[in-house]
Each structure stands twice: as C-alpha cells, then as structure tokens.
C-alpha cells in the first residue's frame, strides 16, 4: 500500500505563482513513477506532470507546459508541483498519484491517488 497526502492549495490571482507538496508514505520501493492531475466540475480528469521515481524523467500536459515543474526529494517521499503563472482555466482539485509499472499520462496507469487540493485562480 502506498498513502498519498496534497497540500498546498488555495485561492490565488492569475498570474500568481503556487506550489503543492504530496508526502508518499507506505511502500513506495513499489513506485515507478509520480504525477499530478486535476479536475474540475464537469470536467473529466486531466494529466498534468509525472516523473519516473528512479530517474527523475519528467513529462507534461500541453496545457501547463513550460510553467509548470514537478520535482521530488532524492527520497521520493514528497513530490512538488511547482506552479507559475497561473490562470483562471488552471482552477481545479489537484491529486497526487502513484504508478507501479508506467510512466503515463493515463489516470488508469495510476494505482494510488490521494485526497486532492484545491486550487483556485481568479481572474
């Protein structure tokens, strides 16, 4: 089992900056790989970053390309999703995930979720 906690979140303005922290607990020798995804109401789940637990190989959704970073300790017991240059349209529930097996852009990849954090940008 692998237990995921997101903080982190809150209510920014566009063009403000916001970094979520995710503390993995458990058996994360078991982790291939982390990520970040959002949803928001009437919306399905969107991926957002991943990064490969051994390698620190990262990927991106198109939509947060370039302003968005994610990033883990050298332990791989928190991972971060650094924000910049928010915008209205990024406003959603953010969860933290573990794959065991893929570095993915697929919820379905994705063993283990957390809770989620809100995060709100007004325009």
């Known amino acids: 089992q692998v237990h995921l906690v997101e903080s982190g979140g809150g209510l920014v303005q566009a063009g403000d900056s916001l970094k979520l922290s995710c503390v993995v607990s458990?058996?994360?020798?078991?982790?291939?790989?982390m990520g970040w995804f959002r949803q928001s109401p009437g919306k399905e789940r969107e991926f957002v970053a991943a990064v490969r637990r051994s390698t620190s190989s990262t990927f991106y959704g198109d939509s947060v390309k370039g302003r968005f970073t994610i990033s883990k300790d050298g332990a791989a017991s928190t991972v971060y999703l650094q924000m910049n240059s928010l915008k209205p349209e990024d406003t959603a529930v953010y969860y933290c995930?573990?794959?065991?097996?893929?570095?993915?852009?697929?919820?379905?990849?994705?063993?283990?979720w957390g809770q989620g954090t809100q995060v709100t940008v007004s325009s």
């Open positions: 995930a573990v794959s065991l097996n893929y570095l993915s852009a697929m919820a379905s990849s994705y063993a283990y």
């Open positions: 458990g058996r994360t020798s078991t982790m291939y790989a």
